[in-house]
C-alpha cells in the first residue's frame, strides 16, 4: 500500500488538504474496512486488492479535490466503490460460481452468513457491509452510496430481513 504511494507521489505535488504522512496513516486506518467492502461487491480477492490499490493511487492524485479533511472517509469509500464497479464492467463477472465461492476470503467468516449474504443483490449487500461489518453510520453509508438516509435505512431493514430468511432456509 506505501508503495502507490509512494509512486503517486512522483505524479503531483503534495496537496494543501493533507500531506503524505497524513494521508498515509488515514489510507492504513482505513485499510481493513476498504478491503472488506471490496470484497463484498467483487468476491474476489484478487480484484479486491486491485481495487484498493487503484482506490489509494487514484484518491492521491486527486486528493487536492477533497474539500474536507473530515470527509476523508466517504470520499475513500466512494473511489473505491466507482473501482470495484469499473473492475465489474471490465471483467463482466458479477460473481464467483458456487464452486470458487468456497475459496475466497470473504470479510464475514460464518459461512452460512458469508453465503447468505453472496445471495443478496449489491444494493441490500453493501449497505449492511457497511453498517454490520465495518462500522459506517446511516449517514455517512448515504453521503458514500449518494442515497437519502431513509433509502440506506430501508435498505438495511429490507437486506436484514431477506437475509434472516436466506438464514433460516439454509438451516
Known amino acids: 500500500m506505501i508503495d502507490v504511494i509512494a509512486m503517486a507521489a512522483h505524479d503531483r505535488k ?3 488538504t493533507m500531506d503524505e504522512h497524513a494521508f498515509e496513516a488515514a489510507v492504513l486506518r482505513l485499510e481493513k474496512k476498504l478491503y472488506h467492502t471490496a470484497l463484498g461487491i467483487l468476491w474476489n480477492d484478487a480484484d479486491a486488492a486491485d481495487a484498493l490499490q487503484e482506490t489509494v493511487f487514484r484518491a492521491w492524485r486527486h486528493l487536492p479535490s477533497l474539500r474536507e479533511e473530515a470527509r476523508f472517509d466517504a ?11 469499473n473492475i465489474q464492467r471490465r471483467s463482466q463477472r458479477r460473481m464467483l460460481p458456487l464452486d470458487e465461492a468456497a475459496a475466497v476470503q470473504a470479510p464475514v467468516e460464518d459461512g452460512f452468513l458469508r453465503e447468505a449474504l453472496r445471495g443478496l443483490p449489491e444494493k441490500y449487500r453493501l449497505p449492511l457491509i457497511l453498517h454490520h461489518v465495518d462500522g459506517y453510520g446511516i449517514a455517512e453509508i448515504a453521503s458514500t452510496l449518494r442515497l437519502p438516509q431513509t433509502t440506506v435505512r430501508g435498505r438495511l431493514h ?12 439454509a438451516e
Open 75 to 85: 470520499w475513500m469509500m466512494r473511489i473505491l466503490i466507482n473501482e470495484c464497479r
Open 158 to 169: 429490507v437486506g436484514r430481513g431477506k437475509l434472516k430468511a436466506l438464514l433460516e432456509e
Open 14 to 16: 503534495v496537496g494543501d
